[in-house]
């Protein structure tokens, strides 16, 4: 494990949290906002509209974010039904895709099963999200969610849409590897589950 990536999964202080934050609501939003632009403007005004406020604390960040979420897939649903989230999906996992890259320029993440875990660890605490991996043979790890600050405000659809984001930052930090969720608190479930393959054939999964 590079020493980068080693000292940020120690500590990370927290105007790096918030920044951090930050750039994942404004990569996220942006690519739902292109989607609305190209086949919901007049929704996307009402939401652009009715946006205000300043949010401070990481917290505050975390609940603006979800809640900007919400209303834009709430938006694309109505305008588009099961195609809004289908195209969701598609934009959110290239959108996860280059931050994840750009995580592992920036932490120098290395391409060992140990240096994946403990990447993708450090983004999902800086969302409010304790990401555990439980060992479980050949078909890989199961990853196992029993804490998300966001599952509090997603709707169940905003949830479907955004875990593409999750699953393209895993295929950024590390080529090849592919997570998959299986089981949404958003759906009545007391935890997230997913499958995590580290070394995983090419598949489908971008929508």
């Not at 919901?40 to 401070?56: F, M, N, Q, T, Y």
């Not at 099961?82 to 994840?100: D, F, M, Q, T």
């Not at 999750?166 to 499958?195: K, N, Y």
């Amino acid at each position: 494990m590079s020493f980068r990536l080693a000292c940020a999964s120690f500590f990370v202080a927290p105007w790096v949290s918030r920044r951090e934050l930050d750039r994942i609501a404004a990569a996220t939003t942006a690519a739902l906002d292109a989607l609305l632009a190209e086949r919901a403007p007049e929704s996307l005004k009402v939401i652009h509209r009715d946006e205000r406020g300043v949010a401070r604390g990481l917290a505050q960040r975390r609940g603006v974010m979800a809640q900007a979420h919400n209303v834009r897939i709430a938006a694309l649903c109505d305008a588009l039904g099961e195609e809004g989230i289908r195209l969701a999906r598609r934009a959110l996992y290239r959108v996860g895709v280059e931050l994840g890259e750009e995580a592992r320029r920036r932490l120098n993440v290395g391409e060992t099963e140990e240096d994946l875990l403990a990447a993708a660890r450090l983004l999902y605490r800086i969302l409010g999200i304790r990401f555990r991996a439980e060992y479980a043979g050949s078909n890989g790890a199961r990853v196992r969610i029993d804490r998300c600050a966001l599952s509090r405000v997603y709707s169940p659809e905003t949830c479907l849409a955004l875990s593409a984001a999750d699953e393209g930052v895993i295929a950024g930090l590390h080529p090849g590897a592919r997570l998959r969720f299986v089981e949404r608190m958003t759906e009545g479930q007391s935890a997230c589950l997913a499958w995590l393959k580290v070394h995983a054939d090419e598949e489908e999964g971008k929508g």
